[in-house]
């Protein structure tokens, strides 16, 4: 953990210069050709969940698309069902970024990974995350080999090689950048995990940054100047007590070292000036969706803010 926040430290310096970068210069790389029409980029939510199983929220996965390209953030339970929901690709992003490896976050990267392949995927999929995924990437291949072997050499004559995932396993700072896209990793504090990541992403004139799970964070607040939509998670400041249950009197504790509560939320997002504040990941504890917003302006953001929900647009 010393050496995660030393490297927040040094991104939080950064980040102005960045800042200001992004303003003057825009996203830098393959650019469009000039003078062509840059489709307006729109983001999806397409899971607003947490680990609770709910019917009307499935698990955490934010889509960002820009034409015909998708780029997906966190692959949760009810991906490609959400995708489809969505009128999305159901034949595989342009790139998937991941922001940490708990298992809402990534257990659908299995259905991802296959069933983009069986509805046509013929290439492998770009997926982006900390250290740690590619094992987890292998893992999961290595647990559906004997479906590979049946779809690819049975009477399905799915095509050889197209479920492949080329993994590239990341550190804070610019990602991903083609085409118009800048992708950006923020390194962020969620309770003891050594690596996790939100993601700024400037696109066809706008710029969205999504939190990942964390609590409050100067790097993401830095990355956050400006930008047009924060998607960021959140749970309900004042309904905030130990439980009666085994473990129940940390519940406090855990929760201030690995999420962040909606004040929190307030004040970060007025202090880097975004334009609007979507909600998601919530542990509400019976906090309702007014409670969320009061606190968010408790913080100081007067802003529009939204609690979200599957399948709204941005």
């Known amino acids: 953990m010393t050496a995660l926040r030393a490297v927040i430290g040094v991104t939080v310096l950064c980040w102005t210069t960045y800042a200001t970068a992004q303003s003057t210069a825009g996203a830098k790389g393959r650019q469009p050709a000039v003078g062509a029409q840059v489709p307006r980029a729109e983001l999806v939510l397409l899971g607003t969940g947490m680990p609770r199983p709910n019917p009307e929220a499935s698990g955490p996965a934010t889509a960002v698309v820009l034409g015909d390209r998708l780029f ?168 905030l007590a130990p439980e009666d249950r085994p473990g129940g009197e940390n519940w406090p504790a855990y929760m201030k070292a690995f999420h962040t509560s909606d004040v929190e939320v307030g004040a970060l997002a007025a202090a880097a000036g975004v334009k609007q504040v979507v909600l998601h990941h919530l542990v509400r504890m019976k906090g309702t969706d007014e409670e969320l917003i009061a606190g968010v302006r408790r913080g100081g953001f007067k802003g529009p803010v939204v609690v979200g929900k599957d399948l709204q647009r941005f």
């Open 72 to 239: 997906l953030f966190d692959a949760g339970p009810g991906v490609m069902r959400q995708l489809a929901a969505a009128g999305l690709s159901i034949k595989g992003a342009t790139a998937v970024f991941v922001t940490h490896l708990h298992s809402d976050h990534t257990l659908g990267l299995p259905d991802l990974i296959f069933t983009s392949w069986v509805m046509g995927r013929q290439k492998p999929m770009a997926v982006y995350g900390p250290h740690g995924l590619r094992a987890m990437t292998d893992h999961i291949t290595a647990a559906w080999r004997e479906d590979i072997t049946i779809r690819t050499d049975g009477l399905e004559r799915e095509v050889v090689g197209g479920w492949k995932v080329k993994v590239r396993e990341i550190a804070a700072g610019v990602v991903y950048d083609s085409g118009g896209v800048r992708v950006t990793a923020i390194p962020v504090d969620h309770g003891d995990w050594k690596e996790a990541y939100g993601y700024r992403i400037d696109a066809g004139g706008r710029s969205f940054v999504i939190s990942g799970d964390t609590r409050s964070s100067a790097a993401l607040r830095a990355a956050a100047r400006g930008a047009d939509v924060l998607v960021h998670e959140a749970y309900p400041e004042l309904r």
